[in-house]
Each structure stands twice: as structure tokens, then as C-alpha cells.
DNA sequence: CGATCTTACGGGATTCGTAAACATA
DNA sequence: TATGTTTACGAATCCCGTAAGATCG
């Protein structure tokens, strides 16, 4: 009811665009058959949509005997308006086609640091070299911040660990994230080719704060194996921990993505083994709601990333072989 | 061929305003039942229409289950480009509709100065009070002028003489303006009720210029009554007129209409009779061309404001009443 | 279980193309 | 007479409303 108010004359004039199209090409062409032939239809159902427009209005659009077409006063009022909407019709309809198939939009991330640096880089530098008019916007936040920015819209895909099963948020699994020690180079370990968990039983553990993907992880790795581990040096940023390493106050668990944010720094990674954990990272989205085209198509980039990323590092992680040049710097 | 070219979108979309506005309310309400409600259809004729759309379209524009419907982000960035386009459509409409209605609009008419003195300021000032939206353009001209001004398009129509006849120029009685004498308030025919052609016989003629409708009627009169006048003073613009027979140099003949023109100058008309001769005056437009319902509505209050005049003067002009109240300043 | 969207189906309206009729230069 | 528009008519399509079905809270 308060449509049929608000626009009192759509809801009783009923024409669409493509007649107006029809109206202007007669208009430009002052013949019905040869407009006929253009809009590729018969001429006698051009006839009968340009009567029926009119009838419509009330009042002929043109004025026609068996020689010539003219347009009437009201043709000449109705032609620059059914150009114009023609034209805001046809080029709205562009823009969106291109929004649909993925051409033009905006995609939103939340993201945890480690995978902002290391995964993103690569996948939106391929992705716009296909799709240039597509803009991103990156919030780059910790787990529960990335979650709750998911939850309220503000970010249409989370690139995090798995959340706590929630119904309206959905996780699509991406890599599984290997845990190492992250040690000085001149650390005995650095010989090693990997390390057991029991290593923090004898060296001071460096912890990343509550609240974290990576404490949760290593405190089910403590949890599991058996080891009270006291969390005597505990820190949120990585670049907090790396400094401490490098102080030689004790040495850490990291999952492999977020060494490259220490890089050269002269620490390398290990892998920890017996058992070897990971870190689930994916991609969360709100559940039961549509993702942009443009998005549904970058996903497709970040999967693609991650392989890319296994093959090179051949079973291992990137930082690994990373790590393992560190010594010949 | 051109056409499906130039509007790539508009030829494969094929979606009228109505489904967009019908769109637009459910985007709005959220609610498939309660806009169904408001557009005064069915439920699952709303359903199908907003799935037309989205196949049209290609994607989903809301994310639905039984309890919630949301726009999907295809579906956010339809919705400006749906209200803009009905909005568009409504008013654009709404104007032609005005214009349709003779409410708006603009009427340009090629005029004699006679009639633009004596008959369309009345004519335009009820017109107005009625229609106040709608635009006068008056080109006052001789004959001839007005004539090609409404051939070339640049009228829409004409108050001129009756031209001669042209199958590309229609012409209709508007009202017969009869002849009469113009003289000094002292002249002695100023006596007299009314004068014979023949008195042209013993006093100087000023005659209009050749090319002029009232010249046109002059040589006729007294090509009929076999009076040889000669021309001895001819002018193009009735002030001059005015101001020969002022003069005292002669006297001439002038349709009652063109006197007005004259007026307040201690001239006086009196018609001239055996015969009487009549100036056809009437309303030429182009023949087989539509006129704006502005200008069709203002026909009828010239026709309107011409019989009021004859009511007004009682059988005769209003000049001539008016050329009897002269005497008594 | 209730509210809501979707699918199925029959009827009515609209629109198309072909063919014939019509009108003017 | 030739060109171009309108009318007539049968067929296909589209769209609506009613009724039944499915699904989630």
C-alpha cells in the first residue's frame, strides 16, 4: 500500500525498457519496417507495441500515414526520457553483470597477521592481474577479533583457525598449519632436523598470550603430552617473541606460517615432532549467507596458493626451507 | 542491427520497472508474504517474479530460508540501481504525464499583431490562470511570415488570414474581422454610422503594403466594386497608418481588429458597407501533424475569448464599439 | 507445530508471426 | 501501382492465483 502511493505511476504504467527501446528506434528511423527490421521482429508487432504504448499514455507518439512517420509533440517529450532510461537501464545492467560475473567488486578479509603476509600477497597479486577492478580490504586482527568482524559483516570472509562450532558461522578448511621451535641459529637445535615437544621441559618457554590460535595449540600440545610448562615469558606480538628469542631468554613453538614475519632475524624453525601438531587455519564465512562473486572466485586463488606453497616447500612448510638457508646467510 | 549493438543489456534483460519496484519492496520489508501484501499479489507469484529476476540476473538476490530473507551482496548492489531506475521511470512519467494532460508544456504560436493585441492577451490570461505550468512563445508577424514559421516548425500554430490553400498547411475559422474606415474623430465621415467602399472614390487612400493580408483584401474590394485606387501612400506598419491618416494626408480601410492597435489617437472606425468585406482570420498548423494537448485546450478558449468579443459588441467589433466611445473623451 | 517460502497446475491475458486488407503518393 | 501501415487470426508464451509440499525455528 504505501508502494502503490510512493511511486503512483509505475504501479499503473506498464512499459518496459525494451519497448522504449522500440519507441526510440522508430523515432530515429521514422519508418516502422525498417525499425522492425533492426529490433529483428515483424513489422506488424512493431505496430501493435508502439499502439500499445501509446494507448498506454494516452496520446500518439506518432504521426503516420502510409509515407511518412513523425513524431508527435508528446513523441518528441516521451524520446529523450525513454533514452535516458534506456540507457541508465543498460548501463546499471552492465555494471552489475560485470559485479556478477566476478569483474568488479570489493572483498573484505579478515585475517590473522601471519597468513595477511604470507598467504595473501601471492594469491591478490594473481587475482587482480586477472580481475583489475576488483578492490580488497584487509583487517588484519587476531582470531576472535577476526571472527567478530565475520559475525557483524564487516568482513565477508575470516582467514583464521577454526572457531568454536557456531551455527552462524561456517569453516572451510585451507592448510593445517605445522608446529616448530624457533630457536637462535647458533642454537644447538638448529643442527637438528626437528625437535620433540619434551624440548620445553628442559628450555624456557616463550608463550604467545591467551586468547591466541597458537596458545591454544600449544596448550593442548602440553596438555597432551604431559608437560606443566610455565609460562614464564608471555608475549602477543610475534616481533615481541622474536626479540626474546634473540635475547637468548628461552625459545618458542610457532606454527611455520608465522616465521616469515621473523624473517632475518638470524632464527630458524624446526619442525616439533611426537607427535607433530598443526594449527587448522580456513575460511570462515557466515553461514546461510551469499558470498560476493568476486570472493567465491578468490577463494578458488587461496586454495591454489596453498598448494603452490606445498609443492615448492616439497612436504614441508616454505619457512622450513627458509629456516634451513638461514645458515648458509 | 545498430540497436542490439548499442544496448548490449537491455535486448537480453528483459526486466520491467514493476519487478524491480516489487524487488525493492521486498529488499525493504524482507519478507516475500508481507510484500506480496503491499504489491497486492499473491505470495508465490512474488516468489516466482523474484526468481525471474534472478535467473535473468544470473545469481540469487536474497539468501532465504523460512524464517529469514536477506539481499545477497548481488542483491545489495541491485537495490540503488532498482531505485534509481524506478525513480527515474515514476517521475520521468509523471512529467509526460503533465505534459499529456495539457498541465505543462509550451505552445508557441506565429501570430498577426492584431490578433496578438486584441485576442491573445485575454485568451492566455484565462489560459494561465488554469494552466499556470504552460509556456506562451508568440512571434508576431505578417502573413507570410507566420505561414513559413508554422511550415518551417518553428510555431505549432498560426492565428494569421486564411492562406492560400496548401495541402501541407491546414487552416480553421477562428472569426471573420470586418472592414471598416479609419479617419480623424473630426472628419466628417466620423458622423456617419457606417461608409461605402465607393468613398475611397473622392478621398486619398492610404493603402497597406502589398504582401499583407488587409492589402489582399483591399485590391479585391475594389477590384469588385470597379474602383481604380490608386496607391498613393502605402505602409508596411499600422502606426505609420496611424499616423498619415492623423496627418490629414487620407484615410484608409482597416479590419475592425487592427484598430485597437491604433487606439487613443482621435481616430475613429466605421464599418464599410456595399458590401462588406471580411478579413477570414483562423488558426493554420500543419496538416496531419499532432498538436500538443496544451495548444488543443487552448484553441478551445480562443474560440472562447472570440465569442465573448461578439457577445461583448453585440453583432458588431469591440473596436467598433469602442471607435463609438471616442467621441465622448 | 506454526509460519514462511517453493513447487505444481489450470486459466486468462499478452504477444508474436503470417496473411490479408487498407491507404496514400 | 507500389510502398508501407493496420487489421485479423491462430499459436505460443508468459503470468497470475489457488492448492499442495517442503523446511526451519
Known amino acids: 500500500m504505501p508502494v502503490l502511493e510512493a511511486y503512483s505511476f509505475i504501479m499503473r504504467i506498464n512499459i518496459a525498457p525494451q519497448q522504449l527501446a522500440a519507441f526510440i528506434v522508430v523515432a530515429e528511423t521514422c519508418s ?100 583489475p577492478d576488483v578492490d580488497f580490504h584487509i583487517l588484519d586482527a587476531l582470531s576472535g577479533t577476526a571472527q567478530e568482524a565475520v559475525l557483524r559483516g564487516e568482513a565477508e570472509i575470516g582467514l583464521t583457525a577454526q572457531p568454536q562450532p557456531d551455527r552462524s558461522l561456517s569453516f572451510a578448511p585451507l592448510l593445517s598449519d605445522e608446529f616448530g621451535v624457533v630457536c637462535r641459529r647458533d642454537d644447538v637445535l638448529a643442527q637438528l632436523g626437528s625437535t620433540t615437544w619434551d624440548v620445553f621441559a628442559s628450555r624456557p618457554f616463550i608463550a604467545m598470550a591467551a586468547g591466541t590460535s597458537v596458545r591454544a595449540i600449544t596448550d593442548a600440545a602440553f596438555l597432551q603430552i604431559g608437560l606443566a610448562v610455565a609460562p614464564l615469558l608471555e ?94 646467510e
Not at 637468548?248 to 607433530?276: C, D, K
Not at 603452490?308 to 629456516?323: D, F, L, M, Y
Open 235 to 328: 608475549c602477543s606480538f610475534l616481533a615481541t617473541a622474536r626479540a626474546l628469542v634473540n635475547s637468548r631468554l628461552g625459545i618458542t613453538a610457532l606454527p611455520g606460517l608465522t616465521v616469515p614475519l621473523m624473517a632475518e632475524t638470524g632464527l630458524v624453525w624446526r619442525p616439533l615432532v611426537s607427535p607433530s601438531f598443526r594449527r587448522p587455519l580456513g575460511i570462515i564465512r557466515r553461514a546461510g549467507s551469499s558470498l560476493t562473486p568476486a570472493a567465491l572466485e578468490f577463494i578458488g586463488y587461496l586454495h591454489t596458493e596453498v598448494r603452490q606453497r606445498e609443492k615448492e616447500t616439497a612436504g614441508g612448510s616454505a619457512i622450513h626451507s627458509e629456516a634451513s638457508e638461514a645458515p648458509t
Open 32 to 131: 516502422f519496417s525498417e525499425a522492425a527490421g533492426r529490433l529483428a521482429m515483424s513489422q506488424p508487432a512493431l505496430s501493435r507495441l508502439i499502439r500499445l504504448i501509446e494507448d498506454t499514455l494516452g496520446t500518439r507518439l506518432f504521426d503516420r500515414d502510409t509515407r511518412n512517420v513523425t513524431l508527435t509533440p508528446a513523441g518528441r517529450e516521451l524520446l529523450p526520457i525513454a533514452q535516458r532510461i534506456v540507457r541508465e537501464f543498460d548501463s546499471s545492467f552492465s555494471d552489475l553483470a560485470r559485479f556478477v560475473s566476478g569483474q568488479r567488486g570489493r572483498i573484505s578479509i579478515a585475517t590473522l597477521p601471519s597468513i595477511a603476509a604470507v598467504l595473501l600477497p601471492g594469491a591478490i597479486a594473481r587475482f587482480r592481474a586477472k580481475r
